[in-house]
């Protein structure tokens, strides 16, 4: 019998036309407006995919600005930040606080060279500063992983270099794991006449949060949720918890935000979340029943094995380094989401 997979859903269509346009142009979209004394900017992030990251910036009633994923830096450079607070009118001088969403790179990359410069206070949830704390010895306990995962050899180097202790460039790309203020659920941003509400959202990484600022209408996604970019789960070190349930959980978290404009970490700002959740979390059923599939199929395999079976985009053959690291961290998620890691062979 021959199934007709569903058609895939279409990505929300963007609120902004400018950033549309800029998509379209492969540019970095200009300053924005998204409300009063709320704007978007986007920084150019020089080491991945995707290339940009959107930064927003708040107005406090005391004028003092705060900056939500304040994006990538190369050389403690704040060139771009600094270029789009002026399109506004403003200077990085006045930023009193940067929130970031989770602690990868091209979010929180940039925190460290603007707290130096302002002083400004850095806030994250506290699971990402332990990540951070923790990443030399998590890149460790991934080397041993790795080398159960039945990789092919010529593969094995490259991906010890993006996923183990062959890392160069930290997680969050900061000498030293810092925060000013620790944040946990439902924790009110500190913005002088705002009230922006943590909503913690464990998945991506194990201490993202998004944002959420009902009187203005907006939910800042980091990236749990993007328009058109299927997010990696367990990206954010180690933890005892399954990644995958805890990002479907926290898709679920979503539901009662659907009125708010989505103001995403990449890509361009949308609407109805609840929507672009469920398809998010369609993808992930579909590739439970893939890795299910495949166990079925497959007498004792090894991860490579098993995750050589599921039609990640691209095939599994055309992957290295990280992207294949990623592909097979959640092929075993999804093995242990089934019941069934035991069936996985370590090689
Ligand atoms: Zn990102």
């Given amino acids: 019998m021959t199934t007709v997979p569903p058609p895939a859903a279409p990505a929300p269509e963007p609120i902004s036309p400018v950033q549309a346009a800029a998509l379209q142009a492969g540019v970095l979209p200009p300053v924005e407006a998204v409300r009063p004394g709320i704007w978007t900017l986007a920084v150019p992030f020089r080491f991945g995919v995707p290339d940009a990251t959107l930064v927003y910036v708040v107005e406090g009633s005391d004028g003092a600005l705060t900056l939500i994923d304040p994006g990538w830096t190369a050389d403690d450079d704040l060139d771009a930040l600094r270029d789009g607070l002026s399109g506004i009118g403003r200077s990085l001088d006045e930023v009193g606080l940067v929130v970031v969403t989770h602690l990868h790179a091209d979010h929180l990359g940039a925190a460290a060279a603007i707290r130096r410069a302002t002083g400004a206070r850095v806030a994250m949830h506290r699971l990402e500063v332990d990540a951070l704390r923790r990443e030399r010895e998590d890149a460790a306990a991934n080397d041993a992983d790795i080398a159960t995962w039945g990789l092919p050899e010529h593969l094995r180097a490259g991906v010890v270099e993006a996923w183990g202790s062959g890392r160069r460039i930290g997680l969050g790309r900061t000498a030293e794991p810092f925060a000013d203020l620790l944040l946990d659920d439902g924790d009110v941003l500190p913005v002088a006449g705002r009230t922006i509400r943590t909503l913690w959202t464990p998945g991506h990484t194990a201490g993202h949060c998004c944002f959420v600022d009902e009187a203005d209408g907006l939910l800042f996604t980091g990236d749990h949720v993007l328009p058109r970019i299927n997010s990696g789960i367990g990206l954010g070190g180690r933890t005892g ?46 590739r439970s029943r893939h890795v299910a599939a495949a166990l079925d199929a497959l007498s004792s395999p090894t991860l490579y094995e098993v995750a050589s079976r599921v039609p990640f985009s691209g095939g599994i053959e055309s992957m290295t380094g990280f992207l294949l690291a990623s592909a097979l961290t959640q092929t075993a998620f999804h093995a242990e989401l089934l019941g069934r890691a035991d069936e996985v062979r370590p090689a």
Avoid: K, Q
């Fill in 241 to 286: 918890a399954n990644p995958l349930g805890d990002y479907l959980a926290s898709l679920g978290r979503l539901d009662g935000y659907a009125d708010l404009e989505v103001c995403p970490g990449h890509e361009y700002r949308f609407r109805d979340v609840v929507t672009r959740a469920r398809t998010l979390a369609r993808h992930r059923e579909e």
